[in-house]
């Protein structure tokens, strides 16, 4: 009697277009053209908020016309070293974190270059305790979040 | 029971193409300034939507914030309208909440639905076999047809769209029985309910049209198992009819049902007891709006039944309004409701 | 509060493994749906609803998988739905089924589940999928770093340090040793969490759940059903779930709720409590089965649930009282650490808890009496939480 399992080999391949809103669109646009990170505020609350927004989720309102620049620099919240490849990612290792950027009431990820990452507690060392970092935008933009990365100050 | 307030999202041809957020978050506000009530008024949230429709793994993630989830008891059930709005109403009646918001949408652009329910088909068996919603629909039309000989099938489909598709679709054969003009074509966009226990009724804006029945079945996976092919269907009528303490559709009823194709239509009107198909596809009582034809938001096209039916009692169009509803392919999951004037 | 009682009759799960080659998805929850209709003594066709608990189908890779599950989990000719909160959904699709009941609609629910993670070998792949599209899919997010960064916030706040981390895996792999049905079972020491592989700082490998193949299911029954049955059952008597914002970037410093903290969980719990009339849960929660998929978070879910104050979790480790003979045993089951079937993990919480409440968790039930467990299931970017409080007798 055959006791062979039958594998079934399937792929997913499906196309989407993820439209990035009017707001959204903005924010990158700033990003490829200006250098600038921008923030939107809440009629309501007053946060500023970046990534920007097209509501408040809070207040439940959509934000005002005002958009502010927010940064350069700004204080990192929260890190991690990656030093486990993942398909789709990286090359490890690599840092990224949360970052407070000076004027705004939210904090925007992004990844932490120009630390040696070779032993993970000194790293960890240098990046824990909320120390500020500046915002350095690329050369080649391309209106992606990664346009800009944080380094240390 | 009831539902208080309707908002939609749909996005203008003329206008930047909106994100997925914007829709919902569209949807949701439009449904509580409809119903007057502000989102610290409401207790729950109930979500419908598709993962792959959306192209994210748990969509919720990004979603429940501008369906009104913020740091609300939140729940997401998966691509069936009738089932979210289902269990909303059960967190009511349970007395742990006094109103929900229900929400739903799809994405605009809206990815090929035939290529990803193409994925729901069982790996072993199904899916090397072209399996899609598509062609599950097309082989209930043939069902149907085959069972109702004595009825023009492809007339009352060709009827019903007539006067409900504001562009005449193709002869194109699509997918035998179905041409492509037989098929409501999926678009992008958002619809939100607020849905109220009674003592919420006086402070909604203008009042609630009630849900007096509800009910909703699953039939089995494979087509070929469904026998008697709309048993899921016509228990769900059932069951509803008899909470709601009716036998059919009155005169001046409005009827909404899910015309995702025209025949998916014309099963659901016979099953849901308009007798008489001829009459009833040119009713203007039935998909007042123009139903899946005029705007097919896929999960929130289902909800979208919902919402005109309990349009025409909020706006005293009708004293009683039934939706049918459904999911999965072939309408594997069906669900009706029954709504009517508050008392 | 609730305008009907409801109670779990019956729990069933399968073991869980890295792969189950043996069943299909549809089959694996039937097992699972078969063991929980017969602990609750009842047959699958006296269900009268069901409820489906599955989290991102792209893992089993069949899109809307509980319509492929529908027939084999008694589902044809029922009332049925999917619940999909991510991580949380096992938690969420329990308190679908409660409600089923509570509103006085249903008698007998069954809610029911399972997942095969081994069937596609890009799971994180698929979890970096979550993000937001257009702001954060670009960043190195995924289901592993997003704890990263709640563990530093956690250490900066409180001082928490990897010793204390590591220590929930050592019990975790103790309580898996009682756990015929755990994933993970052989012992380890706190030496072997911090000199296992660094994947994320300051997780190592041994600091984070595995993947698991598996099914559970529970039976919901209403009060008559309960009281004629004359069978131990878990009363659900408190119900709650928060849903946070999916920013993590706006729970950072100077943050209203911080990443460190799960308040989320707390208003939650305290939902829950409220109504199962819990007003002390350090002193009147006996047993917490916590879904804590990585060991910081059980110190921060500890702490939520007001087991403790916050940021003493770590500390009070030390004391035992979280250990399966202390005063408030935390995962007796081995927990997430042990065992993680993604779609099933929150309801095996829930579950475990029903045992432990039933007197019937062989091995693994404690031995102080339990009077009143809790069950917690989180998901998303740890924005989706729910708890569901468990007793002996109803409220």
Known sequence: MDTETVFIKERWDIEYEHSAGEVGSRFLRALRDDEQILGTVCPHCGRVMTPARAFCERCFVKVNDEWRSVGPEGTLDSFTIVYEPFEGLPDPPYAFGYVTLDGSDTAIANFVRGVDLSDPDIAAARLMGEPRVRSVFEKERQGLITDFHFELV | MGVVGIGKARPRPEEPVPSLEDLAFEAARAALDDAGLE????????????????????????????????????????????????????????????????????????????QISHLAGDP??????????LAVAAMRAASWMDEHQSLDGVSLADAFVADRSPVPGSEEVSCWPLRARHIARPGGGAVALVVAGESAWPDARRGAAAITGMAW???????????????????????AYREAGMQSPANGDVVEVHDATAFDALIALQALGLKDLNQAVSSPLVNRAGGCFTWNPVVAGALDRAAEASRAILEDEASRAVAQMQAGAGGQSQSVFVFEKAA | MATKRAAIAGVGQTNYRTRHDDKTLPELAQEAALLACEDAAIDLKEIDAVVFSLAPTALAGVDSAERWASDAVGASGKPYMRINTGGATGGSAAQAGFYHVASGRFERVLVVGADKVAESADAQKILNNIWDPVMESLIPLNAITMCSLQAVRHMHKYGTTHEQMARVSVRARENAARNPLAHLRKKITIKDVLESRPVAWPLNLLDCCPRSSGGCAVVIVSEETARRSNRPVGWINGVGACTNTYWMGDKMSGAQLDHADWDDLAMAAEHAYRMAGISAPQQEIDVAEIYAPFTSTELAAAEALKLCGKGEAGPLQEKGIFEFNGEIPISPSGGTLAANPIAVTALARVAEAALQVRGTAEERQVDKPVRNAVATGVGGSLQFHTAMVLGQDPV
Do not use: C
Request: charged share 20%; net charge negative; glycine share 10%.
């Open chain 2, 124 to 133: 072993l068996y199904l899916r090397r076999t072209g399996h899609s919603d």
């Open chain 2, 39 to 114: 989102r610290d008024q409401i207790d729950g949230v109930v979500l419908a939507a598709s993962d792959q429709i959306d192209g994210r793994a748990i969509s919720s993630m990004v979603m429940a914030g501008p369906a009104g989830g913020y740091l609300k008891d939140e729940i997401k059930v998966a691509g069936d309208a009738g089932a979210a709005l289902s269990l909303a109403i059960m967190r009511i009646e349970a007395g742990v909440f006094n109103s929900s918001l229900v929400v739903a949408w799809a994405p605009e652009p809206t990815p090929s639905t035939v």
């Open chain 2, 217 to 239: 079945e699953t039939a089995p996976y494979f087509f070929g198992d469904r026998q008697p092919r709309e048993s899921a269907l016509s228990s769900a009528v059932r069951h």
